[in-house]
């Protein structure tokens, strides 16, 4: 098996947590799911190879463009809601928080101002990132790319 989305889809339907089981509660996870891997990951990982090259100014006007588009999206969203699926931790959040936490510690000068500017946003970011097991992964992601 490959692809992040259906790991993480499979590995929730194993053991019976972070996706409900059925019913509305379960798209709008996956949704947003979806949402974080066809628009976030490719738009933030091509925001960040553009601005790495330095070459091409339109791409990376376009890239911060979108980025910042699709952090609207997510405060909107996050100011309804206490996580992105809904106001449970879901598979949703595993996905997409570590992209957030790069496009922060990586993409500054691109996307800092717009990042400490979204209340809700920073509110999630707080929340997730003090679960045990988010700090015990981001620590572990962090040691095995040194």
Do not use: C
């Amino acid at each position: 098996m490959f692809e992040s989305g259906a790991i993480l889809t499979y590995l929730a339907e194993r053991h019976g947590r972070l996706l409900p089981a059925q019913g509305p509660a379960r798209y709008q996870v996956l949704t947003w799911l979806h949402w974080q891997i066809g628009g976030v990951g490719p738009m933030i990982g091509q925001l960040g190879a553009f601005s790495r090259q330095g070459d091409n100014p339109d791409a990376t006007t376009h890239f911060v463009r979108e980025a910042e588009r699709l952090l609207g999206v997510l405060e909107g969203q996050l100011s309804r809601t206490g996580h992105l699926g809904g106001d449970g931790y879901s598979i949703a959040d595993v996905a997409l928080y570590p992209w957030i936490v790069a496009a922060g510690e990586r993409l500054g000068p691109q996307l800092g101002e717009t990042l400490a500017g979204k209340a809700s946003l920073q509110r999630w970011l707080k929340s997730v990132g003090e679960r045990p097991a988010v700090q015990r992964a981001m620590a572990w992601q962090g040691t095995a790319q040194g």
